[in-house]
């Protein structure tokens, strides 16, 4: 089947994306590595501190245990679900999370098939073998063969991508109906700028290894995908990077639906211009801010869980 992507075209400058660190224990990664976040100067100019320059934000941490890593990579993993089940992303057994094993490059972790998003704890996720089957070290139990068929392409085509998100909420499915990428409507749109495509040869349910293939292709070298007829698709450096950026999709998604209705009532949109939209997302467009961007999310539902989700 073919696929054809309409990706936006226009130069930003090139975003560094892989794992936080090159330790002893981290060495062979496929990942490249990225600055520490107290070296990185796009992202520590996004807050202020004190005079001497001595509060640093915090980025992605960096593991020098690589089992400790992978431990951390589980509680945010489980933390991004049960975000996902607040934001009313489930549906039945409908859609997933994947996350690359910092351990076994080859393999990664994925929700249990029919499990609420909302009850998801770490011990709960399933690792998987490079051909889908369910291996020892995490939940024995089944998962989504849609989920493997689109994720495990995504993870062969692209070896900087860590995580990759996909459900079917509302607002990102409703606009994957015309078959269009978002506008720059607003600052949050922002956010992907010049990385953002959309697979417009929907096959269906992705039961076939050649779906995923195609949609991996379609995603290209961008942070997310609009799948037409279909939902949304992002991919990040962490599981916190791939979380937030589907939830700020979806809501630019509900966004734009907004500005359409409005728009065929006369009203006319504004469009914010290249420039500005570049400039701004060269700001965003950072893997220790994205994963920032979800700490807030990850520590109400560790409070809210009373600490269950990290079990």
Request: charged share 20%.
């Amino acid at each position: 089947m073919s696929s054809t992507t309409v990706t936006e075209t226009r130069s930003i400058p090139s975003r560094v994306v892989g794992v936080s660190d090159s330790t002893p224990a981290d060495e062979g990664t496929e990942f490249p590595a990225m600055h520490p976040a107290e070296n990185d100067k796009t992202f520590q100019a996004l807050a202020r501190g004190n005079r001497a320059g001595t509060l640093k934000l915090r980025g992605i941490p960096i593991h020098t245990d690589v089992y400790a890593k992978r431990q951390w990579m589980r509680e945010h993993m489980a933390a991004a679900f049960r975000f996902f089940g607040k934001q009313g992303y489930g549906e039945g057994v409908s859609g997933h999370i994947s996350m690359r094993d910092p351990v076994l490059k080859d393999h990664f972790w994925i929700n249990p098939f029919a499990k609420h998003f909302s009850l998801m704890k770490a011990s709960d996720l399933v690792l998987v073998d490079s051909e889908g089957y369910v291996c020892e070290g995490g939940n024995q139990t089944l998962i989504n063969e849609a989920g493997f068929m689109i994720h495990s392409e995504i993870h062969k085509a692209r070896p900087d991508v860590v995580a990759a998100a996909h459900t079917h909420g509302i607002y990102g499915k409703t606009w994957s109906a015309f078959g269009k990428p978002i506008e720059m409507i607003t600052q949050d749109a922002c956010n992907f700028y010049g990385k953002l495509s959309v697979y417009d040869d929907h096959g269906g349910i992705a039961l076939a290894q050649d779906e995923g293939r195609q949609i991996a292709k379609a995603l290209g070298n961008n942070m997310a995908c609009i799948l037409q007829n279909h939902g949304l698709l992002t991919v990040g450096s962490t599981v916190d990077e791939a979380a937030f950026l589907f939830y700020s999709l979806d809501k630019a998604c509900h966004s734009q639906l907004m500005a359409e209705a409005a728009a065929a009532n006369g009203v006319p949109k504004i469009i914010i211009s290249d420039e500005v939209a570049a400039y701004t997302a060269e700001a965003v467009q950072n893997p220790h801010n994205l994963y920032l961007e979800f700490q807030p999310e990850f520590d109400l539902i560790v409070e809210e869980s009373n600490g269950r989700v990290l079990e």
